[in-house]
Each structure stands twice: as structure tokens, then as C-alpha cells.
């Protein structure tokens, strides 16, 4: 297929492209992350019970369980899955009941039924059934003949442990203080557990004192909360671990009223028995009837009635009596039961479906949750929007102002480029985040990069003296290798990211990814067929037209005599990045220091010290309360509450008190316990070290391994320069901070391989010169376009800088520091590294010398000769094989008389090649002549140590 | 954050090498590798064999970087100079 042909076959292809990319747009819907739309998004973590432990399959049970909670509540569009080994990730849009399914959804609701009076245990941890003081008599259950829950599990810590195969865990965990006469935490199944849950909940460490104590429960005793009482109230029961049913033994469950004669009318639930658990409940009732009746010593029956009770998640439910004169024999289960007391019409419904759905197989920890606001996700969405749309009109003015007609073919590329991928965003379907938009932002700098990288190759070939169809050939024949390393080392780094990262991070990458091979379709396939097809046509007859009018373009500087300069600089500012470091820190963000935090944007306006003073009497008076401001609120302002773990009462509370204060407000809310945290940074972590090698293998494989370790160097510089920032600054670093940091290690690298490729193609043909005169000779050809990448990739950062709202501002700043910082330690690190090392090999020293001998010691900046010959040599006569072509219309080439003439006018235009002289770069007594054989080295003697001695 | 500071306070330091001849084992990569492994190690030593966390690091803790710098660079010149390296003149 000659080029006309393929050039025709790419046009048409993306063509059709765009037109099928434009019935997605119009059909398919875009699918909003939360952050977008607000909701609720929830990560819990998995702990095995007794008899499950945390597997594919039991997270997959739960994750169905948890679906079918959900879609009790009606919240469209909820998606649960798992994340990671452990970890089960819950995102609820904004929906009427969204709140009340979040509380649910992660419930174990472990329903049990205990024959009450045999089973509360007293003093000594005996039961005592007909000691009312113990099992509350009438008012079983109730608060009156509850305890403190101290005092409960003081006492069930002295119970003997069972294991009649019937006890519902193996033990539990608490921490008491005894001078305080105070559960500090707990119950926890395991020690560890523990330890975590006062990280969490609690302002002082984990630390057993004098005071302070583990107590473990053994297994056989439970502590349950006494019915009808709020989760603050301190009334609790120890109970014999021995359930007489469980959650499984019941079916149908059914929010109902209670209609039975002499009813009260109010909610109850209802429940239906399987076959098992209709005969394990005729049994016990039936011991719970005769229990009673042996009890009663005549007078009123009721006071001896016995009782059964039913517990869900270690809180008594109800506890409701047998009336043994009616039911001698027990209940026959056949027409089920009910659940009644103090129950609403919503915590029956709630208690209905959740025991509809059935325990979850697995407890499960919350560790992370977040809520965005419906209002608040709208205005980051324009914002994200407003910046994108900022970024392209800027790289597309940049891309006009400095190539021209090349500048619109780029920016043509790159409206193709959008309406591609939003179409692949809506097709797969992506969903687009916060973080997503940022990275598809970035990749118009991406998809801007590889045209630079070509446009300023094609200006360098028209200065060359070619003609322009052939400059724009071998503009593209020679920029493609470095676009394809850079292009393949973000997307390496984008994978890496999309498969460590957490959620947030992954819409990130994924985007980026997802861009990058696009922005190659587009920005190279694409340009190449429209000026291959322009080429030759006169739009593109002048060399203005292409930017290139001016000759002079070239920078001859002594990039590397000036390179120790740049070396302090970095030193000094890496100086006061360590100080920062050391003297302020890392201002580290609660995605790794873990904690609660809610954004609270107030009607009224108040001051931090207003809000302080409004939450002291909730105990949040060491709260860190800061003021941020950003276009994204109504008010242009709003304030982060940060503190220890909130639970949703609290939660609830803090938001009450400030809308009654500051007449009402729109709040988020963001909780991230230390085991997210860990995942968090340890991922970050993982996912920097596996780039590094990723990266280091690529280069070397794809230049030499010398090469990899100046990238490393200057890696290492631009992430601790931008950690110094932050430092310095006080900067929030975010689990967006580590994306930006390894989106840098992406962006430094394209700087680098840029010069790096050049280098690579210049030592061939400069074979007299010094590393040093090939490195700025490189640096002289490359600065321009060196610079040229990083404004393009600089400017849409900064749109998401000046636009993209709060949320993307840190990132934004962290991003353009990088960028900054990678664009000079391509130019002032890594290369000057190279230099010191290369020059450091024997061959390179000899060439040095030799230099420095004929130019009085001195070896010139760049390469120069005597008598003015070439320092060059035209390796560009590869050895490929040549087409041969004698006359126009050759059936067998598929070439016209037009593109004979265009042919042959080039080849008129440029000159002849050199011929390389390989014996000028050779010594005197390298030389031998071409009869003479070449005297061979001697040879090396054996070692004397193992050989014979010669 | 103690290990950060140290690493840092390494490569700001190994930066001024460059005014040094070039007689170090390994080069300039050498040198750098000296520097920091010598940072953290010293660091680490001087520090009581802990890394300090984010609570622990102060300005001090960045100085313990200096002297573990100044040794690597120090063992790399020497380890240079004994295998004979001579001084590239850049």
C-alpha cells in the first residue's frame, strides 16, 4: 500500500471513528463517580467469624447480602465489590434512604433466640432463674435488673469457658479501666482487633496500665446490651453463650402491626420458622412452658411466666414471655412468630429486611467512608469541566502561536482525540471521577507531546534544507522512537498505579492509560495521514507555514561546563527541603494518618474559634479546624473539621450543632480508619518501587543500562524537590499527592528520554567528539522542544490549577512542581550524570585526551575540527534495503507523474550525502593497510596461580 | 519521615560532590550510592537504631544526615583513590 493509499485508509478509519464516537456520545449515559454526584462510599474490611473464615466465596456471599440490603432501600446504581484480598468497597449515589442503607448494609445482624432466665448469669457467673434481681423477673430484659457493662464483663471474665459446639465465638476481648470503672473498647475477637479499635475510636493509645486492663471473656459468656435502651446507655446482661436458634432457623420476615386481640397496634416483625426451626422452637418453648408452670406456686400466673429473648448483634431486642396456662406444650411454629417493642415503622422495616437478607457471613470493620453532598459533587463537576475545557483552548492557542498550520492539524488531532475518548469513557463504561477528569486533562499534554515532539523534528529536517513532504516524513521517521518510549512508560506507569492504587487513584489511572493510547492513534497515526495528504498540496508550501522561517533556532550553550551551577542550585534547594522536612514535616492528610473529617459549609459565616467554641461541648474541642475556600461552595468558603474517628451519632450531632449555630449548611463527610491508611501508603509505596524498576528495566533494555540510573537519579531528585515543597509549604499530601507523584515519574521521564534518544542517535555520528560535546550538541538540538513538552503539559495543569476547584488544586500544585522539576533535572541532572559516568570509560577518557591534546588541553564545548571538515558522519545511509525506482507510472510501484516530479525536485533539494570516513577517527597506529594483516593482540598470560609457569 | 529527612539531606549534600575531582569508586554514581546508603546507615546508628516517625523528626534529625554523607562520600574517594582511579577533568 503505497502512502496516498494508507494515508486515505487512515483517514477514512478514524472517519468512521468519530462518527460511531458521536452516536455513543448522543446515546450512551455518563457514568458519574460520587465525587461527581455525591453519595456515599464505604470500604469495609472483612474478619472471619467462627465458623467462616475470609475467602473468595464468603466475600462474594456477603457482597451479595449486602446487594440485596441495598436494594431493599430502593438506591439506584449502588455498586459493592471487592477490593483487594479483604476489603469489600459499598458507593451509594445520592438517593432518598441512601444514609439508612449505608447504616445497614454493613450490619452482620447475627439474630439469636436464648432461653432467657437459665441463661442470665449472676454473681460468680451462676445463673439464678428465679432471682428477679438477676433476670429482672416481669421486666426480663429490661433495664432494672441490668448492670454496668464494667461490671458485666467483669463478671463474665470469671465465667469457665464451654464448647458445647453451640457458643457463637470463641471468646471475646475488652479493655477496662478499673479506676474509672469504664469499657474503654471493645467486644473484639481477637487481641489485635483491639488494639486497632482504640487507634480509632479513642485520643489515647492502646497501653495496658495499672489501671488499665485486657480483660478477655471466654467463650461460653456474652455480654448484651439490655433491651429498649440507646447505644449510650450503660445497661448490659451477662448471658450463657448458648442460643437455643439462630438468624438461619427463620424465614419470611416481614415488617407487620400488632392486630391480635387486645393489641396495641404497633410495629412488630414477623417471621416464619423453617422445618428445623419450628421444631427446635415447639422444644423450646414447650421447656420455657414447663419451666413456668413447675415455678408457679399458685396466685397470679403471670408471675411466673418465663421468658425467651432475642438478640441481635449483642443488643437484646425483645424479650417477650410463654404464657404456659396457654401453651403448655409450647408454640407449634408453624404460624411463625413475632418481634415486638419499641420498634417504629422504620426500625421494624429496617429489622424485616435485614433479617429478610441473613447474617452476613463475615464481620465486617469499617475502615474508610466518605459523603459527598449532591451540590457539592455538581459544582466539582463544572469545575472539572471548566478546567478541561481550559486546558485545551490554552494548548491549543500555544500549539497555533508557535506551528502554525501544523499547530491546526495538532489541534484537530486533539478535538478528535476528545470525542474519542469521552466516547471509550461512555462506552466501556469509565466511571469519571474527580481524579479521572484530572487525568484525562493531562492527557491533552500527552496527546500535545507527541506532536511537539514530531513538529519540531520536521522543523529541524525543513531547516536541514529538505523539502517539506520529506522533512514531514522524516519528521515522523525519526520522532516516533522517543514518542513510543515516553508514551510506553506512562502507560507502564499508569498501569502500575491502576493496579496498586486505591479507588480513587484507580479512575485516575485508568483514564490516563486509556488516554495515552489514544492520544497515540491521534496524535501520530492521525497527523501523519492529513499532512501526508497536505504535504504536497499548497497550504503547506512555506516554511513559515510550518514555524520554521527562522534558521537561528538552535541554543549553543555549554549545557554541561554550566552543569555543577545547576547541581548547587538543586543542592540548595534540596537543603531546604531537608530542613523543611525535618524542622515542619509532611502536613500528612487523614488519608494515611486516618481519622473522621466533615467539611461543613455554613449559611451564616463564622470563624474557626466560633466553630471551636460551637463544638466544645461535643468534646471536639481539639479538633483541627481549618477555613478553605474554593469556588465549589456557594459561599466561596467552607471548614474542614478533622479529629479522632466519629461515629454517626456523633457525626449527626456535630452537624446539628453547627446548622443551629450558623442556620443550617451542606456537609461531607470523610472517615478513614489506620487499616485503610496502611493500604493506602503502603500501596503508594509498592507502587513507586515497582515503577522505579519497571522504568530502570525499560531504559536499559531500550538504550543501555548506564542510561537508567541518571533517570533514577533525577527521579529521586524532582520526588524529594516536590516533597520539599510540600514540606515547605505545609501542603495536605493526599492519596491525589501520590498519584501526582507518580504521574511525575511518568512526565520527568518523557524530558528525559527526549534528550536521552538524542544522545543515542548523535554518539554514532559524532565519532571524534567527546560524551560531553555529543550531550550538549543533543541538548542544543533538543532544549527547544524539551521546553516546547513541558509548557504543553504545564498548561493544562495549570487550568486544573487556577479551575479545577479544591479537590484538584493540591493536585494540581503537585503536578506542576514535578513537571517543573523533571523539565530541569532532564537538562541540569540526568545528563550531566551521564556525562560524568560515560567519560569515565576507558574509551571515552582516550577520546577525551586526544581532544585535549590538540586543542591545548582544553576539551571545547562542542565538537570542532581542524580546517572547518565535518565533526559529523551520515549514519542515516543505513543498511535497509533500497527501492529502486527508474521511471514514472511504474505499474508494478504505483507511482504518477505527479509524485515522480515531487521526487525527483526532493532529491535535486538536498544535498549528497557525506561519505563516512571511518580511518579519520583512527589513529595513526591503528591504521593498517589493506594487505598488511593485522597484527593480533598477544595473548594474555594464564594465572600463575593455577596455570604452568611459562 | 526520619529516613526521609536523611535520604534528603544525603542528596543535597552528594549535589556538591561535583566540585570534587572525580577520583570516586564507581564514579558519580558511586558516590551517590555512598552518600545515601552512608546517610541512612549513620542515621539510623546515631538515631539509637530506630527510624524517628513523623512526631520525632526535627531539624536535628535532618543534621544526622550530614555526618553519614560526608563518610560515604568520604569511603567512595577513598575506595577510588586506593584502586587507582585517576581524576577525570571535566
Not at chain 1, 467469624?49 to 431493599?72: C, F, H, P, Y
Not at chain 1, 421486666?139 to 470469671?158: C, E, F, L, P, W
Request: hydrophobic share 45%; with cysteine.
Amino acid at each position: 500500500m503505497n502512502d496516498r493509499r494508507r494515508n486515505l485508509f487512515v483517514l477514512l478509519a478514524i472517519g468512521a471513528a468519530i462518527v460511531a464516537s458521536a452516536v455513543v456520545i448522543l446515546t450512551q449515559p455518563t457514568k458519574l463517580g460520587l465525587d461527581l454526584k455525591g453519595g456515599v462510599s464505604l470500604t469495609y474490611q472483612a474478619k472471619p467469624t467462627k465458623k467462616t473464615q475470609v475467602t473468595g466465596d464468603s466475600i462474594q456471599r456477603a457482597i451479595d447480602i449486602m446487594r440485596e440490603r441495598v436494594d431493599q432501600f430502593g438506591v439506584s446504581e449502588p455498586e459493592i465489590q471487592r477490593s483487594g484480598t479483604d476489603q469489600i468497597d459499598v458507593s451509594l449515589p445520592s438517593a432518598k434512604n441512601a444514609d439508612e442503607a449505608a447504616r445497614q448494609v454493613g450490619k452482620t445482624a447475627q439474630l439469636y433466640f436464648y432461653d432467657w432466665e437459665p441463661n442470665v448469669l449472676g454473681p460468680g457467673c451462676k445463673p439464678d432463674p428465679t432471682n428477679s434481681a438477676v433476670t429482672g423477673g416481669s421486666n426480663a430484659g429490661g433495664t432494672t435488673a441490668a448492670i454496668s457493662k464494667y461490671d458485666a464483663v467483669q463478671r463474665a471474665a470469671t465465667c469457665k469457658p464451654t464448647s458445647t459446639g453451640q457458643e457463637t465465638n470463641n471468646g471475646q476481648y475488652y479493655l477496662v479501666d478499673s479506676k474509672t470503672k469504664t469499657v474503654l473498647a471493645g467486644p473484639q475477637l481477637t487481641l489485635t482487633d483491639l488494639k486497632q479499635e482504640m487507634r480509632d475510636h479513642t485520643p489515647i493509645p492502646y497501653l495496658e496500665t495499672a489501671t488499665r486492663k485486657v480483660v478477655k471473656i471466654p467463650a461460653g459468656a456474652i455480654v448484651v446490651q439490655a433491651a429498649d435502651t440507646k447505644p449510650a446507655d450503660d445497661a448490659f446482661f451477662v448471658l450463657a453463650d448458648q442460643p437455643a436458634l439462630t438468624g438461619t432457623d427463620i424465614k419470611d420476615p416481614k415488617q407487620n402491626f400488632d392486630n391480635s386481640t387486645g393489641g396495641t397496634g404497633a410495629p412488630t416483625v414477623t417471621f416464619n420458622f423453617t422445618d428445623k426451626g419450628r421444631k427446635t422452637w415447639q422444644k423450646v418453648t414447650k421447656q420455657i412452658a414447663q419451666r413456668g408452670s413447675e415455678n408457679n406456686f399458685g396466685g397470679n400466673a403471670q408471675s411466673s411466666f418465663q421468658h425467651f429473648a432475642i438478640a441481635l448483634d449483642n443488643q437484646l431486642i425483645s424479650t417477650p414471655y410463654i404464657d404456659w396456662t396457654r401453651n403448655p406444650e409450647g408454640i407449634d411454629g408453624s404460624n411463625g412468630s413475632e418481634i415486638s417493642g419499641g420498634f417504629t415503622i422504620k426500625s421494624a422495616q429496617n429489622l424485616a429486611n435485614l433479617l429478610k437478607t441473613g447474617a452476613l457471613p463475615l464481620r465486617l470493620k469499617l475502615i474508610s467512608a466518605t459523603k459527598v453532598s449532591a451540590e457539592l459533587g455538581k459544582a466539582a463537576l463544572r469545575q472539572g469541566l471548566v478546567a478541561g475545557l481550559a486546558g485545551l483552548i490554552l494548548v491549543s492557542l500555544f500549539l497555533l502561536a508557535f506551528y502554525r498550520v501544523l499547530g491546526l492539524v495538532a489541534i484537530s488531532a486533539l478535538a478528535v482525540y476528545g470525542i474519542l475518548l469521552f466516547a471509550l469513557v461512555k462506552l466501556i463504561p469509565i466511571t469519571l471521577t474527580l481524579p479521572g477528569i484530572a487525568g484525562l486533562i493531562l492527557t491533552i499534554g500527552v496527546a500535545a507531546d507527541a506532536n511537539i515532539v514530531i513538529f519540531e523534528r520536521v522543523k529541524e529536517e525543513v531547516r536541514a534544507g529538505r523539502s517539506i513532504p520529506v522533512a514531514i516524513s522524516q519528521g515522523y521517521r525519526k520522532g516516533l522512537s522517543a514518542i513510543i518510549d515516553a508514551n510506553v512508560v506512562t502507560f507502564m506507569v499508569a498501569f502500575i498505579l491502576f493496579i496498586l492504587a486505591t479507588a480513587g487513584v484507580k479512575g485516575f489511572a485508568f483514564t490516563l492509560g486509556v488516554g495515552v493510547l489514544v492520544s497515540f492513534l491521534t496524535a501520530v497515526l492521525l497527523t501523519q495521514a492529513v499532512l501526508g495528504t497536505l504535504g504536497g498540496s499548497g497550504v503547506l508550501s512555506s516554511r513559515g507555514s510550518l514555524g520554521a522561517q527562522s534558521d537561528a533556532q538552535r541554543f549553543h550553550w555549554d549545557f554541561m561546563g554550566a552543569s555543577r551551577w545547576f547541581f548547587s542550585l538543586s543542592g540548595v534547594i534540596l537543603l531546604i527541603g531537608a530542613f523543611a522536612v525535618g524542622g515542619k514535616g509532611l502536613n500528612l492528610g487523614i488519608d494515611f494518618t486516618s481519622g473522621s473529617r466533615v467539611t461543613a459549609e455554613l449559611v451564616q459565616k463564622g470563624s474557626e474559634s466560633q466553630i471551636r467554641d460551637t463544638l466544645a461541648p461535643l468534646g471536639l474541642d481539639k479538633a483541627k479546624i481549618q477555613r478553605v475556600t474554593g469556588k465549589e461552595f456557594k459561599s466561596g468558603e467552607a471548614f474542614q473539621i478533622s479529629s479522632r474517628k466519629l461515629g454517626r451519632g456523633q457525626r449527626v450531632a456535630v452537624e446539628n450543632a453547627l446548622s443551629k449555630r450558623f442556620g443550617g449548611g451542606q456537609y461531607s463527610f470523610q472517615f478513614v480508619g489506620p487499616t485503610f491508611g496502611n493500604t493506602v501508603a503502603n500501596g503508594a509505596i509498592i507502587a513507586i518501587i515497582a515503577s522505579l524498576i519497571v522504568i530502570s528495566a525499560y531504559i536499559a533494555l531500550r538504550f543501555e543500562w548506564k542510561y537508567a540510573v541518571p533517570v533514577l537519579i533525577a527521579l529521586m531528585h524532582d520526588l524529594l524537590i516536590t516533597a520539599g515543597v510540600y514540606a515547605l509549604f505545609g501542603f495536605e499530601v493526599t492519596t491525589a499527592t501520590v498519584a501526582a507523584l507518580l504521574t511525575i515519574l511518568g512526565y520527568s521521564l518523557y524530558d528525559t528520554i527526549i534528550v536521552f534518544d538524542r544522545v543515542r542517535e548523535n554518539v554514532p555520528r559524532m565519532p571524534r567528539a567527546a560524551f560531553s560535546q555529543i550531550l550538549n550538541r543533543s541538548m542544543s538540538e533538543v532544549v527547544a522542544r524539551s521546553l516546547a513538552t513541558s509548557l504543553s503539559t504545564l498548561l493544562p495543569i495549570l487550568a486544573l490549577l487556577f479551575f479545577g476547584g479544591t479537590t484538584l488544586k493540591d493536585f494540581a500544585f503537585a503536578l506542576a512542581i514535578g513537571v517543573l522539576s523533571g523539565t530541569y533535572s532532564s537538562i541540569f541532572i540526568a545528563s550531566p550524570v551521564l556525562m560524568h559516568w560515560k567519560e569515565g570509560e576507558p574509551a571515552w577518557r582516550k577520546r577525551r585526551a586526544r581532544i585535549a591534546g590538540v586543542n591545548d588541553g582544553v576539551v571545547p564545548a562542542f565538537a570542532t575540527s581542524v580546517g572547518g571538515a565535518s565533526t559529523e558522519v551520515n549514519v542515516d545511509a543505513d543498511n535497509k534495503p533500497r527501492k529502486r525506482l527508474t521511471s514514472p507510472d511504474d505499474p508494478n510501484r504505483g507511482v504518477d507523474r505527479a509524485e515522480w516530479d515531487s521526487l525527483v525536485r526532493d532529491l535535486h533539494a538536498d544535498a549528497p550525502p557525506p561519505v563516512r570516513d571511518e580511518a579519520a577517527d583512527l589513529l595513526p597506529e591503528d591504521l593498517v593497510l589493506k594487505d598488511e594483516p593485522k597484527p593480533r593482540a598477544p595473548k594474555r598470560p594464564r594465572n600463575s596461580r593455577h596455570g604452568r609457569k611459562r | 519521615m526520619g529516613l526521609l529527612a536523611w535520604v534528603m539531606m544525603g542528596l543535597a549534600l552528594w549535589h556538591f560532590a561535583i566540585f570534587l575531582p572525580d577520583r570516586f569508586w564507581g564514579g558519580i554514581v558511586g558516590s551517590f550510592l555512598c552518600v545515601i546508603v552512608g546517610a541512612a546507615l549513620v542515621g539510623f546508628i546515631v538515631s539509637g537504631f530506630t527510624v524517628p516517625g513523623t512526631n520525632d523528626t526535627t531539624i536535628s534529625t535532618a543534621l544526622l544526615g550530614i555526618p553519614g554523607s560526608l563518610l560515604g562520600l568520604a569511603f567512595a574517594y577513598g575506595l577510588g583513590v586506593q584502586r587507582g582511579n585517576e581524576a577525570l577533568e571535566l
